[in-house]
């Protein structure tokens, strides 16, 4: 499997903070608005239309490296105790 990098280029936040913010919108049940109100207190400064923007330019990349990564995870169908 191949993994595709994401290009932040000419955005106006860094990386981190972008990734951030999608991980946030969609791994938990958190409106936009919410997401920019958690971004706010961490002193970082963004409006629901850009994380709207991020979502949909960035989601479906992250999407695909997570389930890549838990498939690569999986060895078998059986919970084992170490």
């Not at 936040?13 to 972008?18: C, E, L, R, S, T």
């Not at 994380?51 to 059986?78: D, H």
Request: proline letters at 4%; charged letters at 25%; zero cysteines.
């Amino acid at each position: 499997m191949s993994s595709t990098t994401i290009s932040y280029k000419n955005h106006r936040f860094p990386p981190h903070i972008i990734s951030h913010a999608v991980w946030l919108y969609f791994r938990f049940p958190l409106s936009l608005r919410l997401v920019e109100e958690m971004l706010l207190e961490r002193g970082i400064v963004v409006s629901y239309e850009t994380m709207r923007r991020r979502g949909r330019k960035f989601g479906a990349a992250y999407a695909k490296q997570l389930r890549e990564r838990s498939l690569r995870g999986k060895i078998s169908g059986t919970w084992t105790r170490s």
